[in-house]
């Protein structure tokens, strides 16, 4: 963490330090005060500037997504579009963000088409080795990660981890434990390339800090929110899949200084990578596409 800068000391009037001059005792507690004050007012400023940008990156998706969809389907207000972009959500499980980046991303379907994904061959979600997961919720988006982060965890013997995926261009988180909100706040949304787990993403590859509080890859603002959370390490491990793309990052954070992992659990970790990023790909192959062609038929029903 970083320490505040020494500065010289002070010297009164008469030239002494002031740091060596008598102090009425009644002024210390109005000092203490006042140190309190401005530190809470520093950490109000935090959350609101947090609290900021969480919602420019989250609130636009949407916003666009109501405006694609009373386009296409030629609905008569944002908010019959929302009803519908929630009913599919729902109906399939998926977080609402989730599907209004995938309506994003995806190509639109014909004109008066009455199917968008016709002749879509389907498939079983592909296996997931050592991720623990109850056999009926092997298609479930929610329960995969979290029984991905349990494996992680389990092989870096960490009590704290996230898992986050890419999605507009940046990381957002989906899965954590341990960690408390200042930290999923800050870390809600990560872009740039100043934080390790930025850092695995861009070079696809799993990356360990020893020591957050002297590691050269955080800004201090996130090595300052990391700290405070209890972490002292952390490893990042990508999720990839068949392609090479990676489609998110699972972290695991560490109370104490790490001397780094063992080739058994670096490889551990990798196939933990690589099945979870094949098993996110079938999931957007099939889950989601399921969700866009039922939201495809609610928006053919509300013209």
Same mark, same amino acid.
């Given at each position: 963490m970083?320490?505040? @800068?020494?500065?010289?000391?002070?010297?009164?009037?008469?030239?002494? =330090?002031?740091?060596?001059?008598?102090? @009425?005792?009644?002024?210390?507690?109005?000092?203490?005060?006042?140190?309190?004050?401005?530190?809470?007012?520093?950490?109000?400023?935090?959350?609101?500037?947090?609290?900021?940008?969480?919602? $420019?990156h989250?609130?636009?998706?949407?916003t666009?997504?109501?405006?694609?969809?009373?386009?296409?389907?030629?609905?008569?207000?944002?908010?019959?579009?929302?009803?519908?972009?929630?009913?599919a959500?729902?109906?399939?499980?998926?977080?609402?963000?989730? $599907?209004?980046?995938?309506?994003v991303?995806?190509?639109a379907?014909?004109h008066?088409?009455?199917?968008?994904?016709p002749?879509?061959?389907?498939?079983?979600? @592909?296996?997931?080795?050592?991720?623990?997961?109850?056999?009926?919720?092997?298609?479930?988006?929610?329960?995969?990660?979290?029984?991905?982060?349990?494996?992680?965890?389990?092989?870096?013997?960490?009590?704290?981890? =996230?898992?986050? $995926?890419?999605?507009g261009?940046?990381?957002?988180?989906?899965?954590?434990?341990?960690? =408390?909100?200042? !930290? +999923?706040? !800050? !870390?809600?949304?990560?872009?740039?390339?100043?934080?390790?787990?930025?850092?695995?993403?861009?070079?696809?590859?799993?990356?360990?800090?020893?020591?957050?509080?002297?590691?050269?890859? !955080?800004?201090?603002?996130?090595?300052?929110?990391?700290?405070?959370?209890?972490?002292?390490?952390?490893?990042?491990?990508?999720l990839?899949?068949?392609?090479?793309?990676?489609?998110?990052?699972?972290?695991?954070?560490?109370?104490?200084?790490?001397?780094?992992f063992?080739?058994?659990?670096?490889?551990?970790?990798?196939? +933990?990578?690589?099945?979870?990023?094949?098993?996110?790909?079938?999931?957007?192959? +099939?889950?989601?596409?399921?969700?866009?062609?039922?939201?495809?038929?609610?928006?053919?029903?509300?013209?």
């Amino acid at each position: 963490m970083s320490q505040e @800068p020494e500065y010289p000391p002070l010297r009164d009037m008469g030239g002494r =330090n002031a740091e060596t001059t008598a102090v @009425p005792e009644d002024s210390l507690p109005a000092r203490e005060t006042g140190l309190e004050a401005l530190r809470r007012e520093n950490a109000e400023l935090l959350r609101r500037t947090t609290e900021l940008r969480n919602r $420019l990156h989250a609130h636009p998706g949407i916003t666009l997504v109501q405006g694609i969809l009373m386009e296409r389907y030629r609905l008569p207000d944002p908010a019959t579009a929302f009803t519908l972009l929630r009913e599919a959500s729902q109906r399939s499980n998926i977080k609402l963000h989730t $599907l209004a980046d995938a309506l994003v991303r995806t190509p639109a379907p014909d004109h008066d088409a009455t199917v968008w994904f016709p002749g879509r061959a389907r498939y079983s979600p @592909p296996p997931l080795p050592g991720v623990r997961v109850a056999p009926a919720d092997r298609s479930s988006h929610g329960a995969v990660l979290s029984g991905v982060l349990r494996r992680v965890l389990d092989v870096t013997q960490a009590g704290m981890g =996230n898992v986050q $995926l890419v999605e507009g261009g940046v990381l957002r988180m989906e899965k954590h434990t341990g960690l =408390n909100r200042r !930290f +999923t706040d !800050f !870390f809600a949304f990560v872009e740039g390339h100043t934080t390790s787990c930025s850092e695995a993403a861009e070079e696809r590859r799993q990356v360990t800090v020893p020591d957050v509080a002297v590691a050269d890859v !955080f800004d201090e603002e996130s090595r300052a929110t990391i700290l405070q959370a209890g972490s002292r390490a952390c490893h990042s491990v990508p999720l990839v899949n068949r392609a090479g793309s990676v489609l998110g990052i699972a972290s695991s954070h560490h109370s104490r200084p790490l001397a780094g992992f063992t080739h058994a659990q670096l490889r551990a970790l990798q196939e +933990t990578g690589d099945a979870a990023g094949r098993w996110l790909s079938w999931h957007r192959r +099939t889950v989601v596409l399921d969700a866009l062609e039922h939201l495809h038929a609610l928006g053919r029903t509300a013209r």
